[in-house]
């Protein structure tokens, strides 16, 4: 989890924001699999975390204690407890019309992503429900998969209309083992 002394007002992120800007992005590489042509995960660790924190208060220019804990207690949500992989769903549709349909027809969506451990076992998807919308999904979800200690080697997606399996590479697996450690 990210802690108060690790965030810096934002005159001192921006002093420092290039250089862990690029750390960040190098994490991130092996944190984004996609699945298919829509779909992509996004896994967030310590780093992710810590790095969307910094950047809500530099764009917000938030300043008061309180508000800086309630965007520490937000993003941590991202992360999930021991044995869990957190990370955000997006659903990137460029056209809007086609989104629109999309969003209300894949309802269960997040249900049915699901990451595979090496003995081949399907651990579905955690999601949270407060972020469907009347009737459509939003196009960012945020999801936790309950791994124990084990780490995936796939991540798909079984909806009727959309099945797909992408099996991670080894440093994608190893960048999971790592963040499992981290909790």
Known sequence: MVERPEIVDYMTYEDMRARFRAEVMKAKELRRIHIGEYLTLLFENHLTVRYQIQEMIRAERIVRESDIAHEIDTYNELLGGEGELGCTLLIEIEDPALRDRKLREWWSLPERIYVVLENGTRIPAMCDEHQRGEG????????????????????????????????????????????????
């Open 136 to 183: 459509r999904l939003s196009s960012v979800q945020y999801l936790k998969f309950k791994t124990g200690r084990s780490v995936p080697v796939a991540v798909g997606v079984d909806l009727v209309d959309l099945q797909n399996e992408t099996l991670l590479t080894h440093g994608q697996r190893e960048a999971l083992r790592a963040d499992l450690g981290e909790r």
